[in-house]
DNA sequence: AGGATAGCCTGCGGGC
DNA sequence: TGCCCGCAGGCTATCC
Protein backbone atom coordinates (compact mmCIF):
# COMPACT_ATOMS: atom_id res chain seq x y z
CA UNK A 1 0.00 0.00 0.00
CA UNK A 2 1.99 3.04 -0.98
CA UNK A 3 2.38 6.05 1.00
CA UNK A 4 4.98 8.99 0.70
CA UNK A 5 7.67 6.95 1.34
CA UNK A 6 6.93 4.37 -1.21
CA UNK A 7 6.50 6.98 -3.75
CA UNK A 8 9.74 8.59 -3.11
CA UNK A 9 11.45 5.33 -3.07
CA UNK A 10 10.02 4.68 -6.38
CA UNK A 11 11.02 8.21 -7.21
CA UNK A 12 14.66 7.70 -6.54
CA UNK A 13 15.18 4.43 -8.46
CA UNK A 14 12.77 5.58 -10.77
CA UNK A 15 15.47 8.32 -11.79
CA UNK A 16 18.39 5.54 -12.14
CA UNK A 17 16.35 4.25 -14.58
CA UNK A 18 14.51 6.19 -17.15
CA UNK A 19 15.87 10.11 -16.68
CA UNK A 20 17.55 10.92 -19.72
CA UNK A 21 15.89 7.97 -21.66
CA UNK A 22 13.26 8.34 -24.73
CA UNK A 23 10.34 6.68 -24.38
CA UNK A 24 9.41 5.23 -28.29
CA UNK A 25 5.93 4.23 -27.80
CA UNK A 26 3.22 4.08 -25.22
CA UNK A 27 0.59 1.02 -25.72
CA UNK A 28 -2.77 2.29 -23.59
CA UNK A 29 -4.55 -1.14 -22.47
CA UNK A 30 -7.30 0.26 -20.24
CA UNK A 31 -8.47 4.15 -21.39
CA UNK A 32 -10.19 4.32 -18.55
CA UNK A 33 -7.31 5.19 -16.09
CA UNK A 34 -5.60 8.13 -18.03
CA UNK A 35 -7.31 11.68 -17.75
CA UNK A 36 -5.82 14.29 -19.72
CA UNK A 37 -6.48 18.08 -20.11
CA UNK A 38 -9.43 17.89 -23.10
CA UNK A 39 -11.42 15.11 -21.04
CA UNK A 40 -14.61 16.63 -19.60
CA UNK A 41 -15.05 15.72 -15.72
CA UNK A 42 -16.61 13.21 -15.08
CA UNK A 43 -14.98 10.92 -18.24
CA UNK A 44 -13.54 10.95 -21.43
CA UNK A 45 -14.92 12.22 -25.01
CA UNK A 46 -12.43 10.95 -27.47
CA UNK A 47 -10.04 7.95 -27.85
CA UNK A 48 -12.93 5.95 -26.16
CA UNK A 49 -11.16 2.47 -25.34
CA UNK A 50 -10.93 -0.25 -28.30
CA UNK A 51 -10.34 3.10 -30.56
CA UNK A 52 -7.02 3.74 -31.76
CA UNK A 53 -5.36 6.15 -29.71
CA UNK A 54 -4.59 9.70 -31.44
CA UNK A 55 -1.26 10.53 -32.19
CA UNK A 56 -2.07 13.97 -29.54
CA UNK A 57 -2.85 11.41 -26.77
CA UNK A 58 0.41 9.22 -27.12
CA UNK A 59 2.47 12.25 -26.93
CA UNK A 60 0.40 13.61 -24.21
CA UNK A 61 1.64 10.18 -23.00
CA UNK A 62 5.58 11.40 -23.32
CA UNK A 63 5.70 8.98 -26.04
CA UNK A 64 8.77 10.53 -28.43
CA UNK A 65 10.04 12.63 -25.24
CA UNK A 66 12.85 12.15 -23.18
CA UNK A 67 12.42 12.26 -19.50
CA UNK A 68 14.06 15.57 -17.77
CA UNK A 69 13.20 14.58 -14.15
CA UNK A 70 10.70 13.43 -11.24
CA UNK A 71 9.18 15.25 -9.22
CA UNK A 72 6.76 14.06 -6.07
CA UNK A 73 4.51 16.01 -3.98
CA UNK A 74 2.78 13.67 -1.78
CA UNK A 75 1.80 10.38 -3.03
CA UNK A 76 1.31 11.51 -6.23
CA UNK A 77 4.37 11.26 -9.21
CA UNK A 78 5.03 13.45 -12.00
CA UNK A 79 7.20 12.66 -14.85
CA UNK A 80 8.27 15.73 -16.74
CA UNK A 81 9.50 15.11 -20.24
CA UNK A 82 11.99 17.25 -22.18
CA UNK A 83 9.05 18.78 -23.93
CA UNK A 84 7.34 20.55 -20.78
CA UNK A 85 4.91 17.49 -21.18
CA UNK A 86 3.95 16.17 -17.89
CA UNK A 87 2.73 12.50 -16.96
CA UNK A 88 1.48 12.67 -13.02
CA UNK A 89 0.97 8.91 -12.18
CA UNK A 90 -0.73 8.20 -8.68
CA UNK A 91 -0.79 4.28 -7.20
CA UNK A 92 -3.86 4.36 -5.11
CA UNK A 93 -3.66 1.49 -2.95
CA UNK A 94 -2.33 -1.13 -5.73
CA UNK A 95 -0.83 1.06 -8.15
CA UNK A 96 2.75 -0.25 -9.51
CA UNK A 97 4.84 1.27 -11.67
CA UNK A 98 7.84 -0.89 -12.62
CA UNK A 99 10.73 -1.22 -15.24
CA UNK A 100 11.59 -4.54 -16.68
CA UNK A 101 13.11 -5.83 -19.87
CA UNK A 102 10.85 -5.53 -22.67
CA UNK A 103 10.67 -9.27 -23.30
CA UNK A 104 9.37 -9.97 -19.10
CA UNK A 105 5.92 -10.83 -18.43
CA UNK A 106 4.08 -7.15 -18.09
CA UNK A 107 2.02 -8.88 -15.20
CA UNK A 108 -1.64 -8.88 -14.47
CA UNK A 109 -3.38 -5.41 -14.50
CA UNK A 110 -1.05 -3.76 -16.50
CA UNK A 111 -2.66 -0.79 -18.12
CA UNK A 112 0.15 1.54 -20.01
CA UNK A 113 3.52 0.29 -20.93
CA UNK A 114 5.89 2.18 -22.34
CA UNK A 115 8.56 1.46 -24.45
CA UNK A 116 12.17 3.04 -23.16
CA UNK A 117 14.84 3.38 -25.66
CA UNK A 118 17.42 1.20 -23.99
CA UNK A 119 15.52 -2.50 -24.26
CA UNK A 120 13.44 -2.01 -20.95
CA UNK A 121 9.33 -1.38 -20.46
CA UNK A 122 8.07 0.84 -18.25
CA UNK A 123 4.26 -0.30 -16.71
CA UNK A 124 1.73 0.75 -14.81
CA UNK A 125 -0.40 -2.03 -13.22
CA UNK A 126 -3.40 -0.83 -10.88
CA UNK A 127 -5.22 -4.09 -9.48
CA UNK A 128 -8.23 -1.99 -8.14
CA UNK A 129 -7.88 0.98 -10.13
CA UNK A 130 -8.09 3.55 -7.23
CA UNK A 131 -4.73 5.04 -9.03
CA UNK A 132 -4.54 6.47 -12.11
CA UNK A 133 -2.72 8.41 -14.87
CA UNK A 134 -3.18 12.18 -15.70
CA UNK A 135 -1.64 14.08 -18.61
CA UNK A 136 -0.65 17.69 -18.97
CA UNK A 137 0.76 19.88 -21.33
CA UNK A 138 2.91 21.52 -18.94
CA UNK A 139 3.88 21.62 -15.40
CA UNK A 140 2.28 24.79 -14.57
CA UNK A 141 -1.29 22.71 -15.48
CA UNK A 142 -0.28 19.97 -13.13
CA UNK A 143 0.29 22.43 -10.22
CA UNK A 144 -2.47 24.82 -10.84
CA UNK A 145 -5.54 22.22 -11.53
CA UNK A 146 -4.47 19.10 -9.39
CA UNK A 147 -1.54 19.93 -7.18
CA UNK A 148 -2.95 23.39 -6.52
CA UNK A 149 -5.32 21.24 -3.91
CA UNK A 150 -2.85 19.26 -2.19
CA UNK A 151 -1.48 20.80 1.50
CA UNK A 152 2.48 20.86 2.13
CA UNK A 153 4.53 17.48 1.45
CA UNK A 154 4.40 15.82 4.75
CA UNK A 155 8.09 15.58 4.47
CA UNK A 156 8.31 19.51 5.17
CA UNK A 157 5.12 19.99 6.89
CA UNK A 158 5.30 22.14 10.18
CA UNK A 159 3.22 22.27 12.94
CA UNK A 160 2.58 25.93 13.01
CA UNK A 161 0.88 24.93 9.19
CA UNK A 162 -1.31 22.28 10.83
CA UNK A 163 -2.03 24.70 13.86
CA UNK A 164 -3.30 27.49 11.62
CA UNK A 165 -5.48 25.22 9.17
CA UNK A 166 -7.11 22.97 11.90
CA UNK A 167 -7.05 25.47 15.19
CA UNK A 168 -11.03 26.03 14.96
CA UNK A 169 -11.93 22.25 13.39
CA UNK A 170 -14.38 19.84 14.90
CA UNK A 171 -13.01 16.90 13.33
CA UNK A 172 -10.61 14.38 14.60
CA UNK A 173 -6.73 14.96 14.34
CA UNK A 174 -6.77 11.57 12.86
CA UNK A 175 -9.19 12.21 10.02
CA UNK A 176 -7.02 15.70 9.31
CA UNK A 177 -4.16 13.89 8.72
CA UNK A 178 -5.68 11.55 6.18
CA UNK A 179 -7.03 14.76 4.54
CA UNK A 180 -4.46 15.72 1.30
CA UNK A 181 -5.68 19.21 1.41
CA UNK A 182 -4.23 19.75 4.90
CA UNK A 183 -0.73 17.67 4.49
CA UNK A 184 -0.11 15.44 1.43
CA UNK A 185 1.51 12.20 1.83
CA UNK A 186 -0.26 11.02 5.15
CA UNK A 187 -2.20 7.45 5.02
CA UNK A 188 -3.81 5.19 7.61
CA UNK A 189 -0.24 3.41 8.52
CA UNK A 190 1.91 6.63 9.35
CA UNK A 191 -1.04 8.63 10.59
CA UNK A 192 -1.68 5.92 13.36
CA UNK A 193 2.19 5.79 13.49
CA UNK A 194 2.64 9.17 14.25
CA UNK A 195 0.48 10.35 16.53
CA UNK A 196 1.33 7.44 18.49
CA UNK A 197 4.66 8.89 18.53
CA UNK A 198 2.91 12.16 19.42
CA UNK A 199 1.28 10.84 22.39
CA UNK A 200 -1.87 12.13 20.80
CA UNK A 201 -5.08 10.02 20.74
CA UNK A 202 -6.64 9.94 17.10
CA UNK A 203 -9.75 10.83 18.63
CA UNK A 204 -8.99 14.15 19.99
CA UNK A 205 -10.79 16.98 18.42
CA UNK A 206 -8.57 19.07 16.65
CA UNK A 207 -9.67 22.06 18.30
CA UNK A 208 -8.45 21.08 21.79
CA UNK A 209 -5.18 20.62 20.47
CA UNK A 210 -2.35 22.88 22.11
CA UNK A 211 0.28 24.76 19.84
CA UNK A 212 2.98 22.62 21.22
CA UNK A 213 0.93 19.68 20.88
CA UNK A 214 0.62 20.64 16.92
CA UNK A 215 4.43 21.30 16.88
CA UNK A 216 4.96 17.54 18.03
CA UNK A 217 2.84 16.31 15.49
CA UNK A 218 3.98 18.18 12.91
CA UNK A 219 7.46 16.71 13.84
CA UNK A 220 6.52 13.16 14.42
CA UNK A 221 5.27 13.14 10.51
CA UNK A 222 8.06 14.32 9.27
CA UNK A 223 10.44 11.48 11.16
CA UNK A 224 8.00 9.11 10.72
CA UNK A 225 8.28 9.91 7.10
CA UNK A 226 11.73 10.50 6.61
CA UNK A 227 12.59 7.36 8.87
CA UNK A 228 10.42 5.40 6.12
CA UNK A 229 12.18 6.63 2.82
CA UNK A 230 15.60 5.30 4.58
CA UNK A 231 14.26 2.30 4.50
CA UNK A 232 12.89 2.71 1.21
CA UNK A 233 8.84 2.43 2.10
CA UNK A 234 8.36 -0.14 5.06
CA UNK A 235 4.56 -0.38 4.62
CA UNK A 236 5.30 -2.74 1.86
CA UNK A 237 4.23 -6.51 3.33
CA UNK A 238 5.77 -9.70 2.12
CA UNK A 239 8.49 -8.02 1.15
CA UNK A 240 11.81 -9.54 0.73
CA UNK A 241 15.02 -8.18 -0.29
CA UNK A 242 17.39 -9.38 -2.71
CA UNK A 243 19.26 -11.96 -0.71
CA UNK A 244 15.70 -13.17 0.49
CA UNK A 245 15.43 -11.58 3.75
CA UNK A 246 12.18 -10.68 5.59
CA UNK A 247 11.76 -7.09 5.24
CA UNK A 248 12.16 -4.78 8.57
CA UNK A 249 8.32 -3.15 7.98
CA UNK A 250 6.99 -5.06 11.02
CA UNK A 251 9.60 -3.78 13.56
CA UNK A 252 9.01 -0.29 12.20
CA UNK A 253 5.09 -0.45 12.89
CA UNK A 254 4.68 0.30 16.60
CA UNK A 255 1.00 0.16 16.36
CA UNK A 256 -0.14 -0.27 13.36
CA UNK A 257 -1.25 -4.00 12.60
CA UNK A 258 -0.75 -4.43 16.58
CA UNK A 259 -4.32 -4.25 18.11
CA UNK A 260 -4.21 -5.77 21.13
CA UNK A 261 -0.82 -6.64 21.55
CA UNK A 262 1.50 -4.92 24.12
CA UNK A 263 2.47 -1.49 23.66
CA UNK A 264 5.50 -0.79 23.15
CA UNK A 265 5.94 1.69 25.48
CA UNK A 266 3.92 1.01 28.47
CA UNK A 267 3.04 -2.63 28.14
CA UNK A 268 -0.85 -2.74 28.04
CA UNK A 269 -2.64 -3.94 25.25
CA UNK A 270 -3.73 -1.78 22.21
CA UNK A 271 -6.67 -0.35 21.64
CA UNK A 272 -8.40 -0.63 18.25
CA UNK A 273 -11.30 0.40 16.63
CA UNK A 274 -12.60 2.56 13.79
CA UNK A 275 -11.82 6.63 13.27
CA UNK A 276 -12.60 8.35 10.34
CA UNK A 277 -13.77 5.06 8.42
CA UNK A 278 -10.48 3.30 9.10
CA UNK A 279 -9.15 0.80 11.16
CA UNK A 280 -6.96 3.04 13.62
CA UNK A 281 -4.74 1.00 16.48
CA UNK A 282 -3.69 3.35 19.69
CA UNK A 283 -2.85 3.14 23.42
CA UNK A 284 -5.03 4.48 26.10
CA UNK A 285 -1.84 5.14 28.55
CA UNK A 286 0.21 6.73 25.86
CA UNK A 287 -2.23 9.00 24.06
CA UNK A 288 -4.14 11.81 25.37
C1' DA B 1 -20.11 24.79 4.62
C1' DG B 2 -17.66 21.64 7.17
C1' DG B 3 -17.67 17.02 8.13
C1' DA B 4 -19.16 12.31 7.85
C1' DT B 5 -20.14 8.59 4.84
C1' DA B 6 -21.00 5.57 0.53
C1' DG B 7 -19.01 3.65 -3.32
C1' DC B 8 -15.47 2.48 -6.46
C1' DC B 9 -12.45 -2.08 -7.33
C1' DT B 10 -10.07 -6.72 -6.70
C1' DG B 11 -7.20 -9.99 -3.96
C1' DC B 12 -6.77 -12.51 -0.10
C1' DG B 13 -7.50 -14.96 4.16
C1' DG B 14 -10.63 -17.05 7.46
C1' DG B 15 -14.47 -19.93 8.33
C1' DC B 16 -17.32 -23.61 7.11
C1' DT C 1 -10.86 -28.38 -1.70
C1' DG C 2 -13.72 -24.72 -2.71
C1' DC C 3 -16.85 -21.19 -1.96
C1' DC C 4 -18.49 -17.07 0.31
C1' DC C 5 -17.93 -13.25 2.94
C1' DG C 6 -15.55 -9.49 5.03
C1' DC C 7 -11.81 -6.58 4.93
C1' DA C 8 -8.13 -3.70 3.04
C1' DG C 9 -8.16 1.75 1.82
C1' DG C 10 -7.16 6.70 -1.33
C1' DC C 11 -10.12 9.48 -3.13
C1' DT C 12 -14.49 11.60 -5.09
C1' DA C 13 -19.31 12.33 -4.93
C1' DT C 14 -23.04 12.92 -2.18
C1' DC C 15 -25.66 13.66 1.81
C1' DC C 16 -26.58 15.85 6.23
Redesign the pocket.
Known amino acids: ???LPEVEHLRRTLTKRIVGRRFESVAVRRR?VITTERDP??GFSRDQSGAAPSRLFTRELLAGDRVATLKRL???LAIIGESGRVVCV?????GQLVVIDHNADIG??AHVVWTVDNGTIMVFRD?????GVWTYLHEQSLRET?WN?LGPDALHVTGDELRSV?H?????IK??L????VV??V???Y?DEALFDACVRPTR???AIRAAEFERIGGCVRATLARAVTRGGSSIR?YVDSEGRAGRGQLDHAV??RGGLACVRCGEPLESG?V????TVWCRGCQR
Not at 168 to 172: E, G, K, N, P, V
Request: with cysteine; proline share 4%.
Open positions: MPEEPGGKQHLGMTAHARRFGRTLRSSRSSALDQHAGGNIARCADYGVASRT
